[in-house]
């Protein structure tokens, strides 16, 4: 099993960016697919962003496209959520998470992260 760590987290203004790792450890890295989702208290954990093996398949809602981007370093173990053009609507506890393949479906992802908490102000 995989454990993951995230980190990167914290208070932004609106325009402002972020940059989120997560850690992992446990088992090979380089074969999994990792992906990034988020929530707000009260509603379900949606589909932030997601890439393959070995980066070269990426995919992303579309509230962030443009915006965001997923990246990996195989030699670090660590998936990154590089976050730019900040807004208010992306205030959420972010959370990485392994699966074999890189999809949207959070029941695709067998391990998860404890999270990290993002807050933009206006």
């Known amino acids: 099993q995989v454990q993951l760590v995230e980190s990167g987290g914290g208070l932004v203004q609106a325009g402002g960016s972020l940059r989120l790792s997560c850690a992992a450890s446990?088992?090979?890295?380089?074969?999994?697919?990792m992906g990034w989702f988020r929530q707000v208290p009260g509603k379900e954990r949606e589909f932030v962003a997601a890439v393959n093996w070995s980066g070269g398949i990426l995919y992303y809602d579309d509230s962030v496209k443009g915006r965001f981007t997923i990246s990996r370093d195989n030699a670090k173990n660590t998936v990154y959520l590089q976050m730019n053009s900040l807004k208010p609507e992306d205030t959420a506890v972010y959370y990485c998470?392994?699966?074999?393949?890189?999809?949207?479906?959070?029941?695709?992802?067998?391990?998860w992260g404890q999270g990290t908490q993002v807050t933009v102000s206006s």
């Open positions: 446990g088992r090979t890295f380089g074969g999994l697919a």
């Open positions: 998470a392994a699966g074999a393949t890189p999809t949207r479906m959070r029941s695709e992802y067998a391990a």
